[in-house]
């Protein structure tokens, strides 16, 4: 069951590189393509942070590297929000945008190897089918308020 939901987020890490790469490789519609990372990344994110950290959180062993990873998504929120008010005809969008692939990309690596790491550990098998749940239905949440 860890193994599960672990491969879940990172498939969905993988979508969301796709999508930046597009993005930074100016292969395809700006806005559309930023609307698809949105609906994406957002929801990705904040059910991470409902569903799977806290329960990270109370683990002694996880601690440091979950509370690194709420900061990584704190500032790619930050600057996923510049962005989107930015117009996309403004010179620094790409600029922003390759930022923002590069932090993306530094969090998922980090996420994978160091937080799923402690996951593993930490987590008891029996508590991912409640974290799968979980984080399914804060997506869908956080989807509907987009
Ligand atoms: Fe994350």
Not at 28 to 39: A, C, D, M, V, Y
Not at 119 to 132: G, M, S, V, W
Not at 134 to 144: D, G, I, L
Request: hydrophobic letters at 35%.
């Amino acid at each position: 069951m860890a193994n599960q939901f672990l491969s879940q987020l990172r498939k969905e890490h993988r979508g969301v590189m796709a999508i930046l790469n597009q993005l930074q490789d100016g292969d395809g519609n700006k806005g559309e393509l930023f609307s698809k990372l949105k609906q994406e990344l957002v929801p990705h994110l904040k059910a991470e942070e409902k569903a799977f950290y806290p329960a990270l959180m109370e683990k002694e062993g996880a601690r440091e590297d979950t509370l690194e990873a709420f900061e990584e998504h704190h500032v790619t929120e930050l600057l996923f929000k510049e962005i989107e008010k930015l117009p996309q005809t403004d010179e620094r969008w790409n600029a922003k945008v390759k930022v923002l692939k590069e932090l993306v990309n530094h969090h998922i690596k980090e996420e994978e190897h160091s937080v799923f790491k402690v996951a593993k550990e930490e987590l008891e098998e029996d508590q991912f089918p409640a974290i799968l749940k979980n984080f399914e239905k804060e997506k869908e949440k956080v989807r509907k308020r987009l």
